[in-house]
């Protein structure tokens, strides 16, 4: 039977898209959790989002897609239509070359299907430094370089001498990644697509919007701005449900800011009510981008935000420590936001 190859819209315009992490829960392991992504893969895919992205981090006990090639290999493989890609690649820590190799690879097994979200952060803290051997303050400032040397591999131009196979004249999206102004400057000034942040880091994302569609030079490839903001949401029959199944990725972004990180914990009751003044306010500023409830209190969180942001697509984020229950997540949020 062919899986839908429609993609789900918001009032006819906005679509849907996922960010998955890759999540690794307490008691669980690594192999589970690339599993678990690629049945969330499947699930997306039946019901109509457009794309499914693997974030890159390092040394990270709680996230699997470090080698965030190879997991959208397994990713590729488990589904047939939708749009795979790095929300991001972290373009500092590698060499050009060696990703237009690598995302060449993943569209001559999945054509017309990957996407390149670029970033410039290191994914880890400081000590990845050392363990790739290499400046990345530096390779930090050669980033604009470093994504025009990628196009210029993918566009196929024809005095590049040394050519990369496969990945010289892929078909790759690509995109410009930011929770910052910098990455809305950068996508403006070389024409590409931007997504921004702000599941996790929302307070530049007027700002970064902003400057975006006002800078925004078009070229062949995109002729006008087109803007995608990530965002928490969690959807259940029942608001308190949802509020539980989402206190999970809520435990780790608090111990993520106060210096512990781990594996995905399992999901707690009343988890905000038990917070004192700093957790609730790292809890309460890493919730201003999201949407937690039934399929109606979603619906209406999400149109507000798209009515803000005017984006066009929204990718939408949020591990739940039971795989099943994303799943069910992104089914609910589909059918209510469906046109």
Same mark, same amino acid.
């Given at each position: 039977?062919?899986?839908?190859?429609?993609? %789900?819209?918001?009032?006819?315009?906005?679509e849907?898209?996922?960010?998955?992490?890759? #999540?690794? *829960?307490?008691?669980?392991?690594?192999?589970?959790?690339?599993?678990?992504?690629?049945?969330? $893969?499947?699930?997306? +895919?039946?019901?109509?989002?457009?794309? @499914?992205?693997?974030? +890159?981090?390092?040394?990270?006990?709680?996230?699997?897609?470090?080698?965030?090639?190879?997991?959208? $290999?397994?990713?590729?493989?488990?589904?047939? %239509?939708?749009?795979?890609?790095?929300?991001?690649?972290?373009?500092?820590?590698?060499?050009?070359?060696?990703?237009?190799?690598?995302?060449?690879?993943?569209?001559?097994?999945f #054509?017309? *299907?990957?996407?390149?979200?670029?970033?410039?952060?290191?994914? /880890?803290?400081?000590?990845?430094? !050392?363990? @790739?051997?290499?400046?990345?303050?530096?390779?930090a400032?050669?980033?604009?370089?470093?994504?025009? +040397?990628?196009?210029?591999?993918?566009?196929?131009?024809?005095?590049?001498?040394?050519?990369?196979?496969?990945? @010289?004249?892929?078909?790759?999206?690509?995109? /410009?990644l930011?929770?910052?102004?910098?990455?809305? !400057?950068?996508?403006?000034?070389?024409?590409?697509?931007? /997504?921004?942040?702000?599941? @996790?880091?929302?307070?530049?994302?007027?700002?970064?919007l902003?400057?975006?569609?006002?800078?925004?030079?078009?070229?062949e490839?995109?002729?006008?701005?087109?803007?995608?903001?990530?965002?928490?949401?969690? $959807?259940?029959?029942?608001?308190?449900?949802? +509020?539980?199944?989402?206190?999970s990725?809520?435990?780790?972004?608090?111990?993520?800011?106060?210096?512990?990180?781990?594996?995905?914990?399992?999901?707690?009751?009343?988890? *905000?009510?038990?917070?004192?003044?700093m957790?609730?306010?790292?809890?309460?500023?890493?919730?201003?981008?999201?949407?937690? =409830? %039934?399929?109606?209190m979603?619906?209406?969180?999400? =149109?507000?935000?798209?009515?803000?942001?005017? $984006?066009?697509?929204i990718?939408?984020?949020?591990?739940?420590?039971?795989?099943?229950a *994303?799943?069910?997540?992104?089914?609910?949020? /589909?059918?209510?936001?469906?046109?």
């Amino acid at each position: 039977m062919e899986k839908a190859k429609a993609h %789900t819209m918001f009032c006819g315009m906005t679509e849907l898209s996922v960010l998955d992490l890759v #999540p690794v *829960r307490e008691g669980g392991t690594l192999s589970e959790a690339y599993e678990a992504a690629a049945g969330l $893969a499947r699930v997306a +895919e039946e019901a109509g989002y457009k794309r @499914f992205w693997v974030a +890159e981090h390092h040394a990270m006990e709680g996230i699997g897609g470090a080698a965030t090639s190879v997991v959208l $290999a397994h990713i590729g493989h488990a589904t047939s %239509t939708i749009r795979i890609g790095s929300g991001g690649i972290m373009l500092p820590n590698h060499n050009p070359f060696v990703i237009a190799e690598q995302f060449g690879t993943l569209d001559a097994l999945f #054509p017309g *299907r990957i996407d390149l979200g670029l970033g410039r952060a290191p994914g /880890a803290d400081g000590r990845i430094r !050392q363990a @790739f051997r290499k400046d990345l303050m530096k390779a930090a400032g050669d980033f604009p370089q470093d994504v025009m +040397e990628l196009a210029a591999y993918f566009s196929g131009q024809e005095d590049i001498s040394l050519r990369p196979n496969p990945g @010289f004249g892929a078909d790759i999206e690509m995109w /410009a990644l930011g929770s910052s102004l910098y990455g809305a !400057q950068l996508a403006a000034a070389l024409g590409l697509p931007y /997504a921004f942040a702000a599941h @996790f880091a929302p307070d530049h994302l007027d700002d970064a919007l902003a400057i975006y569609r006002r800078d925004f030079k078009p070229l062949e490839r995109l002729d006008k701005p087109h803007v995608m903001v990530a965002m928490n949401v969690f $959807a259940a029959e029942e608001a308190d449900e949802a +509020e539980r199944l989402a206190s999970s990725q809520l435990q780790s972004f608090v111990r993520l800011r106060t210096g512990s990180p781990g594996k995905l914990p399992p999901p707690v009751d009343g988890y *905000r009510e038990s917070l004192g003044p700093m957790e609730r306010r790292i809890v309460e500023h890493v919730s201003l981008a999201s949407a937690v =409830g %039934t399929p109606d209190m979603v619906r209406e969180k999400i =149109g507000d935000f798209v009515k803000r942001t005017q $984006a066009d697509e929204i990718i939408v984020a949020g591990a739940t420590y039971e795989p099943q229950a *994303r799943e069910t997540s992104l089914r609910l949020t /589909a059918e209510a936001l469906a046109s």
